[in-house]
């Protein structure tokens, strides 16, 4: 099943004293969705923003929140990011070992719920909640910093889940998507390798934030991998 490539743009690498011009910049760049890096200094070895920061800008932007949780115990902020204005939230399945519990809640809030795997974290411990997921996020770094090097062997992962959604769409019969999502190292290179693997939102951060040009840069982006799509 094939789905829609979308462009998600991680803020954790601008400089947060002008956060919202360069929020601004994105969205006028096309954007589909805006990735929230949250860190808790615990499950990863770096802090970042929280609900407070999320509700500010969620007052000045119309962009689809993608909320990536880097945190310990993700159960006891779930409201609070609801609250803040999430669109999506996506926990990491290493973070909890209530997966079904945690997800029924994301999904009873009325919003949509991915789970994160590390990349040493296998595609089967998805299996048994596909039924609760908008989206999978394959995660091509380690987590925790931006701007590091993409994990090459993640491309045969990102094959795997898809295998994996595409049989249980045509298994269930159902027209729900579940989405694939990148994140870490993706650039010029890598984002037509994964989406070719099978990845449809591809997160960037280093890559944006660095281009001179963030419009020029998306739209080439997508002109890259509508080329190899057509070859
Ligand atoms: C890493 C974060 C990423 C990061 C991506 O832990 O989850 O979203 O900001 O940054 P780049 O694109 O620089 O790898
Ligand atoms: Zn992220």
């Known amino acids: 099943m094939e789905t829609k490539l979308k462009i998600a743009a991680s803020i954790l690498n601008y400089d947060f004293y002008n956060l919202s011009s360069q ?6 760049a096309g954007i589909d969705l805006l990735h929230l890096d949250i860190m808790d200094g615990n499950f990863v070895p770096n802090i970042s923003i929280g609900p407070g920061v999320v509700s500010s800008l969620r007052k000045k932007t119309g962009l689809f929140f993608d909320v990536h949780l880097m945190v310990q ?12 204005g999430a669109d999506l939230i996506t ?21 949509k719920a991915g789970v994160a795997l590390n990349p040493s974290t296998p595609v089967c411990v998805i299996e048994n909640v596909l039924h609760l997921l908008d989206l999978v996020l394959i995660m091509t770094v380690n987590p925790g910093f931006g701007g590091q090097k993409f994990i090459y062997p993640m491309l045969r992962k990102i094959n795997n889940a ?3 959604i595409d049989n249980y769409i045509r298994r269930e019969k ?9 994140d870490g190292g993706i650039g010029e290179k890598t984002a037509p390798e994964a989406f ?7 997160v960037m951060g280093t890559a944006i934030s660095k281009s001179n040009d963030p419009e020029a840069f998306i739209k080439k982006i997508r002109e890259n991998i509508s080329k190899a799509k057509t070859v």
């Open 23 to 28: 929020i601004k910049q994105v969205e006028a």
């Open 174 to 182: 159902t027209r729900k998507p579940i989405e694939i999502q990148v």
């Open 91 to 111: 926990v990491h399945a290493e973070a909890t070992c209530h997966l079904d519990r945690l997800l029924s809640i994301i999904k009873e809030s009325k919003i």
């Open 196 to 202: 070719k693997a099978g990845a449809n939102i591809l």
């Open 162 to 164: 898809k295998n994996m």
């Open 73 to 84: 115990k993700p159960e006891s902020l779930i409201e609070k990011f609801v609250e803040s």
